[in-house]
């Protein structure tokens, strides 16, 4: 059984697919409490569902991509038989993480978005380092950044670590309404990073505070 918050059909807000339609499955409670979090509403409210149960409301909008994100979906034991059910399908099927559990037993071809806590989480020493040897590449890098400490810190991980070209992306992705976009694009130009700036799509199309989207 799992406990699941929501499960609903959008646009894909983020990562490389952003802008394209997907099924979102986001499963109930984390362990991290980021200052910035989204998804509070995440932490405790879900309802119990049978992985079969899933896979037939995931089934039912008839979409070849899926994305498995919570709260922290690898907290529950049974995602790993969701996410290898789901790639069963023949379907696309993409986890969000948040880089403190560890990343091993999620199936090969799963599409790992992993998140690195910068310091303005106030998360960053939580995360699972061995996460980024783990990584296949297809899988991507995302950096929540806040202020221009974090700017420094996510820039300086993605050298220690030679996540370009290593991972399909590395994703920096501003704090919505903490930093403008503009700065953050000026920084990585001036630093000549090969990161990718992103937006998350779906805030811009149905507004910040909206769920389910
Ligand atoms: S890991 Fe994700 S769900 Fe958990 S507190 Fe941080 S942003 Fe929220």
């Not at 499955?25 to 509070?40: F, G, I, K």
């Not at 070209?165 to 309404?177: D, I, M």
């Not at 990161?195 to 909206?210: E, M, N, S, T, Y």
Request: net charge negative; charged share 25%; hydrophobic share 40%.
């Amino acid at each position: 059984m799992l406990t699941i918050n929501e499960i609903f059909y959008s646009i894909q807000g983020e990562s490389t697919r952003a802008g394209q339609p997907c099924v979102f499955v986001r499963l109930t409670a984390c362990d991290l409490r980021c200052s910035w979090c989204d998804t509070p509403y995440a932490f405790d409210e879900g309802r119990k569902m049978s992985v079969d149960d899933v896979i037939a409301a995931v089934e039912q909008y008839g979409c070849p991509l899926v994305e498995v994100t919570g709260g922290e979906p690898l907290l529950q034991e049974d995602v790993y038989e969701l996410m290898e059910r789901l790639s069963g399908t023949g379907r696309t099927v993409m986890l969000e993480t948040g880089g403190h559990r560890s990343i091993a037993r999620v199936p090969a071809g799963v599409l790992k978005i992993v998140d690195v806590k910068c310091p303005g989480s106030g998360e960053a020493d939580k995360t699972d380092w061995s996460n980024l040897r783990a990584l296949a590449p297809h899988d991507e890098v995302k950096f929540v950044i806040k202020d221009r400490g974090d700017y420094e810190f996510a820039r300086d991980v993605v050298s220690r670590h030679s996540l370009v070209g290593r991972v399909a992306a590395v994703l920096f992705s501003p704090v919505h309404g903490a930093l403008e976009a503009r700065d953050l694009a000026a920084w990585i130009l001036e630093d000549r990073l090969a990161v990718r700036l992103q937006l998350q799509v779906h805030k811009f199309i149905w507004g910040a505070d909206v769920r389910g989207v």
